[in-house]
């Protein structure tokens, strides 16, 4: 954030009305959220607070419940099962207490992320949800103008007056590293999502390359690759590991479906799991069951978190009691897709070429 953007003055009611071009009354009665104002009206005053970033007075804030009727989340994506997961229990848990949730999705994109959140508190909303503590400085300025407390998830990393509930992403990539070294494996590799503005993926590279450095495994010789989140990005991944000079024995994938995708090539191409490749996944989704063998994976509290937050947002706590750090466990789930390391993996160089 510039310094400008730092020090400009917080827009008013009045400069949304001017910038749309129309009366103070009709801005007002949209961001009340008015349903007789007009389509065009309504765009035109929306466009206009999103520009000015304006941020609705606070004092009609002041004269409600200590509790949140609204709720707003802005997840990465709905098509990834785990944040269902989450979201199903927070949203079940928020209704069981007549809050309404609303849920945006970013795609991953942090500069989406920040225009959601601002068309997300001039709504009104009491309480606003994000995935990781990676945000757009503007994002975070733009919450304590507006007085809206935020709870990160799926980190355990927190911003002042925010609070966090999740999990130790740097522990989970030690786990996975910890456990493959157990079974004697030295060749190591890791298929990881992409790594741009995911603190989540930067944390679990971190704790997967620390815990073999430990053990003497260079750095410089662990391959690591980055994917779509997509069973063939996990294929794709997987195919120019399995070409390099060095082909691993053990393969840490940052999801189930990257691992699924992982899986596919070495079933297309003769490579047998675990007897050739170890591979384990992240998520413990439930296709980590029906996969051919069943998937060793690190299972995700995800339902536990929606409940909590859901749970914490309710209580209504306030300050101090707000910003604080719930940590949750990964589980390592075993499974039949890794296997004691093989001592020789020349056969592999048929089937790779």
């Not at 961001?31 to 000015?52: I, P």
């Not at 990465?76 to 609303?102: C, F, H, R, W």
Request: one cysteine or more.
């Amino acid at each position: 954030m510039t310094i400008e953007e730092s020090t400009k003055p917080v827009a008013k009611l009045a400069d949304v009305a001017k910038l749309a071009g129309c009366s103070l009354a009709t801005a007002s009665r949209v961001m009340n959220g008015n349903v007789k104002v007009g389509a065009a009206d309504k765009a035109r005053v929306m466009a206009a607070a999103m520009e000015l970033s304006y941020v609705p007075n606070q004092s009609a804030r002041s004269l409600r419940s200590t509790k949140s009727s609204l709720v707003g989340a802005i997840i990465p994506t709905l098509d990834y099962a785990i944040y269902a997961t989450m979201i199903n229990a927070m949203q079940a848990e928020l209704a069981d207490k007549g809050v309404s949730l609303i849920i945006n999705t970013s795609g991953y994109d942090l500069d989406i992320e920040l225009k959601q959140a601002r068309l997300l508190v001039s709504r009104g909303v009491d309480y606003l949800v994000l995935v990781g503590s990676e945000h757009r400085p503007e994002t975070i300025e733009l919450l304590k103008q507006a007085k809206v407390p935020c709870v990160f998830t799926y980190t355990i990393n927190q911003h002042a007056g925010a609070a966090s509930i999740g999990f130790n992403n740097e522990l989970a990539g030690i786990k996975a590293a910890r456990y493959l070294l157990q079974l004697g494996h030295r060749k190591m590799a890791m298929i990881a999502g992409k790594v741009e503005g995911n603190d989540r993926v930067k944390d679990r590279i971190r704790g997967y390359l620390s815990a073999l450095a430990d053990a003497g495994i260079d750095q410089a010789d662990v391959n690591l690759v980055e994917s779509e989140y997509t069973v063939e990005g996990g294929r794709n991944s997987m195919r120019r590991l399995m070409q390099a000079a060095v082909v691993p024995t053990a393969i840490f994938c940052g999801s189930d479906i990257l691992a699924a995708g992982a899986m596919k090539y070495c079933k297309s191409n003769g490579i047998r799991v675990p007897e050739d490749v170890s591979i384990v996944g992240f998520d413990n989704l439930e296709i980590a069951e029906l996969l051919t063998p069943e998937l060793t994976t690190l299972e995700v509290p995800a339902k536990e978190m929606g409940t909590l937050i859901a749970e914490m947002i309710t209580s209504g706590p306030k300050g101090s009691e707000f910003a604080q750090v719930k940590e949750l466990s990964t589980q390592l789930i075993l499974r039949d897709s890794t296997g004691r390391a093989v001592q020789t993996i020349e056969a592999l160089s048929s089937v790779t070429s």
